[in-house]
């Protein structure tokens, strides 16, 4: 293929191809990118509001004998 004069010109088949292929590449490599930065932002806001829910709840006055209701056991 390499002795071929026709693969070897710019815009043949085989040439445009491989630069389709590398441009999917790059392009997944980006969308890759914005997904990994995606879900460490969406970690950190979910992190965030268990923070602001614990410390709101820890907050709360109850009064005795109030059973403590868990809003994470899945219950509700």
């Given at each position: 293929a390499a002795a071929d004069p026709v693969s070897m010109v710019p815009g043949s088949l085989e040439g445009g191809s491989w630069c389709n292929e590398h441009m999917l590449h790059e392009r997944l490599d980006i969308i890759e990118?914005?997904?990994?930065?995606?879900?460490?932002?969406?970690?950190?806001?979910?992190?965030?509001?268990?923070?602001i829910i614990s410390e709101t709840t820890s907050n709360i006055p109850t009064a005795p004998g109030t059973p403590l209701t868990d809003i994470f056991d899945g219950q509700y």
């Amino acid at each position: 293929a390499a002795a071929d004069p026709v693969s070897m010109v710019p815009g043949s088949l085989e040439g445009g191809s491989w630069c389709n292929e590398h441009m999917l590449h790059e392009r997944l490599d980006i969308i890759e990118e914005k997904v990994i930065k995606t879900v460490e932002h969406l970690e950190s806001e979910v992190k965030s509001l268990l923070n602001i829910i614990s410390e709101t709840t820890s907050n709360i006055p109850t009064a005795p004998g109030t059973p403590l209701t868990d809003i994470f056991d899945g219950q509700y």
